[in-house]
Structures are given as C-alpha cells and as structure tokens.
C-alpha cells in the first residue's frame, strides 16, 4: 500500500475510535505521545518491522482470573479442582487482654 493511503486508513481509525470513547483532538495527541515515549512500544514496533522476535519486546498479556478461566476451558482443566483460598481470612485475636 502506498504510505498515502496508509496515512488515510489511520486518521480515520484514529478520528473514529475518538469519536467512539468521546476523546478530544488533545486527549488524543497526549495518549499517542505516552505511547511513542514508551521504549517497549518502540521495541515491538521495531521487530515487527525487522520480523523477528526481540526477548525485551515480548508482550505478554496478564494473567487475570478470567483469563486464566478461559484457558483452563480451553485445555479442559476441571476449574473446581483447584484449592480456593478463603476471600476473607477470620480475625485474630490479638494476644493480649484490653481490660
């Protein structure tokens, strides 16, 4: 694709997607300058572009309880068979005496 057409198809992904979460043209322009300062970023650009796999540049999605549920539905994992640990441990009491 020529870089013309290129520059087109991302001012309007990036005028839709501001219009869509309600952002200005300067909430726009922070978030992309956060971005572009972020050496990661920069890394993971610059192997996609080389195509190869730089180890400081991998991205790796956090392991969230859902997500960890998912997989385990992938890999048909019984999710009842892991230990659940108590939400709210009980109080100690305290070793002394206040009276």
């Known amino acids: ?8 198809e991302v001012e ?3 005028e ?4 869509k979460y309600r952002m200005s043209c300067s909430n726009v322009q922070q ?5 572009c300062k ?3 970023v ?3 650009v610059r192997g996609a572009a080389l195509e190869i796999d730089l180890p400081d540049a ?3 999605p956090k392991m969230t309880r859902s997500r960890l549920r998912q997989v385990a539905e992938q890999q048909n994992i019984p999710t009842t068979a892991w230990p659940l640990a108590d939400s ?3 109080m100690r009491q305290p070793p002394f005496s206040e009276t």
Do not use: F, G, R
């Open 42 to 44: 920069w890394n993971m």
């Open 31 to 35: 978030l992309l300058n956060e971005v």
């Open 16 to 19: 839709n997607k501001a219009k």
């Open 88 to 90: 709210h441990p009980t």
């Open 12 to 14: 309007t992904e990036l």
């Open 58 to 60: 991998m991205y790796e």
């Open 1 to 8: 694709l020529p870089p013309e057409m290129i520059d087109n």
């Open 38 to 40: 972020n050496e990661t």
